[in-house]
């Protein structure tokens, strides 16, 4: 039952071009999203947020995207910096903190 | 300061044993959540907590998995009688609201079935 899906396991792209990592979802009760970056060994911290009401939200380098009616959401960071190689995950709630994950997109940008 | 702690951070178990894992959450959170990523998968929602009660645990295998958290001391995640298929890390993620919030993760305790 994956109700969030990352289609992309993987990403390359060149420093200071921007990067584009895509999230698709299937619960339309979900009205909470959130990108979490993960490192290795280490947890997943937290990025960036959008609630339903709004379509792009935007901190610094990162924005994200929400479009409803496609059920679909995207993270655009630029520009790219090598210290943004990492495990990208999209998760969605819907309201009740049950959070699911996507299976993640690794980022590798290259100097 | 500390964020939500998890340990072992590594735990080595032979087939048949227990394992118990353990996540302190933040100060001031109240709520507790496991998810376990396998191998070149995502992050997979086992168990949602509060305070002595399990508010969801649809995630969690029928079988050999349990969690609590109790009034006092950390959340302990325990897996009785373990197959190599556990071979997974376990993070635990803390809010302090219910609600749409964003939850605060540990670095996981990677377990390892021989």
């Known amino acids: 039952d994956q109700q969030v899906k990352q289609n992309s396991p993987s990403l390359s792209v060149q420093e200071g071009r921007i990067s584009i990592l895509n999230c698709d979802y299937t619960?339309?009760?979900?009205?909470?999203f959130l990108w979490y970056k993960k490192y290795p060994a280490e947890g997943p911290t937290f990025l960036i947020s959008?609630?339903?009401?709004?379509d792009k939200n935007e901190d610094g380098r990162f924005t994200v995207f929400l479009n409803k009616s496609a059920k679909h959401l995207s993270l655009h960071i630029v520009p790219s910096q090598p210290g943004d190689s990492a495990v990208y995950f999209c998760?969605?709630?819907?309201?009740?903190?049950?959070?699911?994950f996507g299976a993640g997109t690794r980022l590798t940008v290259k100097p | 300061n500390a964020g939500v702690m998890q340990n072992p951070r590594h735990l080595v178990r032979r087939r048949g044993q227990e394992a118990r894992l353990r996540c302190s959450p933040m100060?001031?959170?109240?709520?507790v959540y496991w998810y376990r990523q396998l191998p070149e998968e995502g992050l997979k929602f086992m168990v949602y907590?509060?305070?002595?009660?399990?508010?969801?645990e649809s995630g969690m295998p029928k079988e050999r998995f349990s969690a609590e958290f109790p009034k006092e001391g950390p959340s302990i995640l325990r897996i009785q009688q373990v197959v190599r298929g556990d071979s997974a890390a376990y993070f635990c993620?803390?809010?302090?609201?219910?609600?749409?919030?964003?939850?605060?993760f540990g670095s996981g305790t990677q377990l390892s079935v021989l």
């Open positions: 907590l509060q305070k002595e009660n399990i508010i969801d």
């Open positions: 100060k001031g959170h109240s709520h």
């Open positions: 959008i609630s339903s009401i709004k």
């Open positions: 998760a969605a709630s819907a309201g009740n903190n049950d959070m699911r």
């Open positions: 619960n339309s009760m979900f009205d909470y």
């Open positions: 993620a803390s809010s302090r609201d219910r609600g749409n919030e964003k939850l605060f």
